[in-house]
């Protein structure tokens, strides 16, 4: 019930397209989402967050979608740039302190 | 830059060997988090402090000790190294509310290497 899965492994796209990653879990507990972004030799950074009292929320060219009864969220990256390739963790995160548990990671390629 | 300090960047040491990680968070920052994340593989939670005590632990091994020390800066100890223990630790920080959006903030972490 801690699991967090997260799909595709890795995505390929070209410079100007849409990138799509999606995420799902199974525990009614977690109420806060982020997404983090790591770069290769970097820690992760927060890129974007929502909580399930929203079903959209979008900062510039990201856009998080959720979906509170299938209990999936969706990263939406639009018009990809080569800047953006890199690797994307989504993670979840119960009220009562409950530890944060990372998806494992989508490997980012956009194409120039 | 996050605000949180790792030291050192790189640590190459060999098997047996005892090492110890360090992390400074961020101003004001009372809760401190550590990662493992190895090769090509997703993070995994080793262990939380929160202002000196812990008050969360995940897959850490036995070999494996932390602490937070009163100025809040954080060690993590890694005895009897194997060649499996070869990652990218990482230290991460939040102010430590019991609210969902506590965001983490992640340092640049040290990439320890076995031989």
């Known amino acids: 019930q801690q699991q967090v899965k997260q799909s595709p492994q890795s995505l390929i796209v070209q410079k100007g397209g849409i990138s799509i990653i999606n995420c799902a879990y199974e525990?009614?507990?977690?109420?806060?989402f982020p997404w983090y972004q790591q770069f290769p030799g970097k820690g992760p950074a927060l890129l974007i967050a929502i909580r399930p009292d929203v079903s959209e929320k979008k900062e510039g060219r990201f856009t998080i979608s959720f979906n509170k009864s299938a209990k999936q969220f969706s990263l939406h990256i639009m018009d990809s740039q080569p800047g953006d390739s890199a690797t994307y963790f989504c993670?979840?995160?119960?009220?009562?302190?409950?530890?944060?548990?990372f998806g494992p990671g989508t490997r980012l390629s956009v194409l120039p | 830059d996050s605000g949180v300090t790792q030291t050192p960047k790189h640590l190459i040491t060999a098997t047996g060997q005892r090492v110890t990680l360090r992390c400074s968070p961020r101003s004001g920052d009372l809760s401190v988090y550590w990662y493992q994340q190895s090769l090509d593989q997703g993070l995994q939670f080793l262990i939380q402090y929160y202002n000196g005590e812990e008050r969360a632990k995940g897959n850490i091994l036995e070999r494996f000790s932390a602490q937070q020390f009163p100025d809040l800066h954080s060690e993590l100890n890694l005895s009897s190294l194997e060649l499996g223990d070869s990652a990218l630790y990482f230290c991460a920080s939040s102010v430590g509310a019991r609210g969902g959006t506590d965001t983490q903030y992640f340092g640049p972490g040290t990439r320890l290497t076995v031989l």
């Open positions: 525990n009614t507990a977690f109420d806060y």
């Open positions: 993670a979840a995160r119960g009220y009562y302190g409950q530890n944060f548990v």
